[in-house]
């Protein structure tokens, strides 16, 4: 942990260094320029070499990781510099590293025989990633550059979708005949130059490829040479199809604590494995789309985007919002009488409204979650329905009593303290079941449940609160 930490801080500075010389060759580029020296351009470009070569060097020592994590926190000019000086022979593994928007950036730069030289040094599993970013004809050169067996990978790999197993797998391992020696299967393994990153098991095949099991390499390497791999082979082996979800194979690692598992087709054969590095990758991405689908935005955004692009992006669901502001001050309109009668209202509006909000989005944070680790069916989606109601009922007279004592010592009015109650109560029952429905009803239409859902939500206990609120004052204070 000390040693990531560590490199977490290199990486850092190598950041705040790369700005820095950034920043003063723009400055000398000012000066040069400014002073019209005869030699400016010999200066300013013995400047630029003498920085940019340094960087150069300290960038060849990172990690792909860490190269893409330097592009993504710099802006497109700069990152663009930066890119420049990353070694041609790297360019395939960084634009695997970097976020989807950022590989967009980088890509439109590069033209074709780039792209073609960068991506024809990736494994089949890894074109297949990024095949849905490159140009087409981009893709048609490397497709017929591969050898044939490759190319039937590459096609296969890439028929499946992005959720699916098969998109996740990849065809770099080992498999040994069932009815070998393990002194056989040793003399094939030191015959290899390595083992695939990942090989924690080795995949047992009969003579048609058909998979038979696993041989962990912990039995391998204490038993008898003698034996033949049948007698070590267990008899609880976790395997997947290629069209399997890819959700359901993250959690079946994260359950039976994998590090490789097998993948294999309707014909029982082997075709390839997933490993636990491609389902991390996988749950990150998945737990980023989440994240941004709560929010409304339909994509990644990368924070250096042209400002056009971030409001095509920001602009469907703030279209929404502001339809729903508009209903909910229309509400807050029906009640104008109330609100000039009673001040007081005004000021504990927001407060009614904005509980209901947080009781609304916790909901829908546990229902997104559920459908998205269990599934559903009615039994389930009818017991949260219940089980949502009690809490929200338990949190509303709980805290609706609190916010109701705070009513009353501030205003010294103890109906308008049990109206707060109730209307806290109220609202916190819609919120409970708008939480549990909106998620549900989006994923029953084949649609993602956290898709603007915090959106959704906020606007229902927003308006509903306003109008329980003023509702419940107009029918018991007025």
């Known amino acids: 942990m000390a040693d990531d930490a560590s490199r977490q801080n290199d990486v850092q500075r190598l950041l705040q260094e790369i700005r820095e ?16 020296q005869p030699h400016q351009a010999l200066v300013e470009n013995i400047v ?13 020592n990172l990690h792909a990781a860490d190269i893409a994590h330097i592009l993504e926190a710099l802006p497109l000019d700069e990152r663009l510099v930066v890119w420049d000086l990353v070694k041609s022979d790297r360019d395939g593994e960084v634009l695997l590293e970097v976020s989807d928007s950022v590989r967009e950036s980088l890509i439109r730069v590069m033209d074709s025989d780039e792209l073609v030289a960068a991506v024809g040094q990736l494994d089949t599993d890894e074109l297949a990633d990024l095949a849905p970013d490159l140009p087409d004809e981009v893709m048609q050169d490397v497709f017929s550059a591969l050898p044939v067996e490759e190319r039937e990978q590459l096609r296969f790999a890439m028929s499946y979708a992005e959720d699916s197993v098969g998109a996740l797998m990849d065809f770099d391992l080992v498999s040994v005949r069932v009815d070998t ?27 048609e490829g058909r998979f038979q099991g696993i041989l962990p390499l912990k039995k391998l390497i204490v038993s008898d040479p003698s034996m033949v791999v049948s007698d070590l082979m267990p008899r609880d082996v976790v395997s997947f199809r290629p069209e399997d979800k890819a959700r359901d194979a993250a959690h079946a690692f ?27 990758d996988f749950i990150r991405e998945t737990s980023d789309t989440e994240r941004l689908s709560q929010g409304g935005l339909r994509e990644e955004e990368d924070i250096f985007a042209p400002v056009w692009s971030s409001v095509k992006n920001r602009g469907p669901w703030l279209a929404v919002n502001l339809v729903t502001a508009i209903i909910a001050s229309r509400v807050i309109g029906l009640f104008e009488g109330t609100i000039e009668q009673l001040v007081a209202l005004a000021a504990l509006m927001p407060i009614v409204a904005g509980m209901g909000g947080n009781i609304g989005n916790q909901t829908i944070t546990m229902i997104v979650r559920a459908l998205a680790t269990h599934g559903m069916n009615r039994a389930d989606i009818r017991n949260l329905y219940f089980k949502e109601v009690k809490v929200a009922a338990i949190n509303g007279v709980v805290w609706g009593g609190v916010l109701a004592l705070v009513t009353v010592l501030m205003y010294g009015d103890w109906p308008l303290g049990g109206v707060m109650m109730l209307a806290v109560s109220l609202n916190f029952l819609v919120a409970a079941l708008m939480g549990v429905t909106i998620p549900v009803l989006r994923n029953h239409f084949g649609r993602d449940p956290a898709l603007g859902s915090s959106v959704l939500i906020t606007a229902i206990t927003d308006s509903g609160g306003f109008f329980i609120f003023l509702g419940l004052a107009t029918l018991f204070l007025l």
Request: charged share 30%.
């Open 254 to 280: 994260e359950r039976y604590d994998l590090v490789s598992a097998p993948v294999i087709d309707e014909q029982n054969k082997l075709v390839g494995r997933v490993t636990i590095d491609a389902v991390v």
């Open 181 to 207: 020696t393990l002194e056989a299967v040793y003399r094939y393994l030191r015959r290899l130059k390595e083992l695939p990153d990942h090989t924690d098991k080795l995949f047992v095949v009969d003579r």
């Open 21 to 36: 010389t950034l920043a003063r060759n723009r400055l000398v580029e000012g000066l040069v320029q400014r002073t019209h």
């Open 48 to 60: 630029h070499r003498q920085n940019l070569a340094l960087l150069a060097s300290r960038l060849d």
